[in-house]
């Protein structure tokens, strides 16, 4: 890694590491795989994570929106693809034109995808959400045996075909958690429920990457994998290692580099002051490009491939490293985070730094940096 192209930022996105991460998992629940691409892909490109996802054997794309799902067909894909998040009045139309499965939560919701259906005359692929626990989307136990019946009467009536039953678990990411086993219990309790309703899905799916690596009884027909995908930990501290790769890289170089003398103040607010001279470094992004400015003096960033410290808060557009003695100059490369192959910190290590998670760190990176996909080994 010794010289950026042009870019002045870039996120490098390894579309190999992602297709190794696919394939692993695929393989290892042997059962259909969706990947996750809502949210641009986790920040790493709606599109062509998408692409590289199939080229994996990904059977289904999970999105959150009728935009997102859109945006697939938009871009070529022609697979199955779920969708799962909608407000009153929104149009569904599109979404069931496009042939993607859309989700019911509600009695109102399917009135509105069946007032879609008589507008365009085509059915739907429609799936049924249960809560079973996480008090989020989806119907609750009471309200289950309502929506199973309705959405029934409506494949009778030829609206739809119910494709799907689902739901979502609370806390996959710690697998001795009670409310795995309460949740899985209670997806199995509602499947029977509409399993006497006469529904026969196609797939019936409640785990997300964590529950497919860590409980195998929660694979069912399909395991909706997002952060796994992307080569990121689902449980840290409780997943084995499955040689996954992170396929995503942030880096740029050093836009100035300056000798400063015991008790100088860096950065607004001056939280942190030289203990005695050293050498800083100016990398050229900030918290408009992602970077967390809860990594203010906690995140590190590697310089010639060794981790530096952030010293003083994140600005908008800046940030400043600590080089300590290590010679260094300007356009020197550094890189933010990666796989962690060549000492760089992992966006594990960020979400460490600042207190979340690594979804929320690939999937606001990005900003004013350059966006580039690579397959195989991220060039120099
Ligand atoms: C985002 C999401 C997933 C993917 O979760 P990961 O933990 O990233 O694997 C799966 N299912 C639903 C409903 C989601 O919203």
Known sequence: MSSLPVARAEVLVDLAALRHNVRTLT????????????????????VEVARAAREAGAAWL??????EALALRAGGDTGRVLCWLTVPGEDHGPAVAAGVDVTAYSLAELDEVAAAVDRIGTPARLQLKVDTGLSRGGATAADWPALVAAARRGEE????????????????????????????RAFRDA????????????????????????????????VRCGIASYGLDPAPGATPDLGLVPAMTVRTRLAMVKQVEAGAGVSYGHTWVAG???????????????VPRHGSDVLRMAVGGRPRPVRGRVCMDQVVVDLGDQPARAGDDVVLFGPGREGEPTAQEWAEACGTISYEIVTRIGGRATRRHVDGEVPA
């Open 191 to 222: 499947l029977a429920v509409a399993d006497q309703a006469g529904l026969r899905p196609e797939v019936r799916h409640l785990a997300n990457s964590a529950a497919a690596v860590l409980r195998p009884s929660a694979r069912f027909d399909l």
């Open 62 to 67: 999970g999105v959150a929106t009728i935009e």
């Open 276 to 290: 005695g001279p050293t050498t800083l470094g100016l990398v050229p992004l900030g918290y408009a490009d992602g």
């Open 157 to 184: 009536q030829g609206h739809w075909r119910v494709t799907g039953l689902w739901s979502h678990l609370a806390a996959a990411d710690e697998p001795d958690h009670p409310a795995n086993d309460a949740q899985e």
């Open 27 to 46: 393989e290892l629940c042997g059962v259909a795989m969706m990947t996750v691409v809502k949210a641009d892909g986790y920040g790493h490109g709606l």
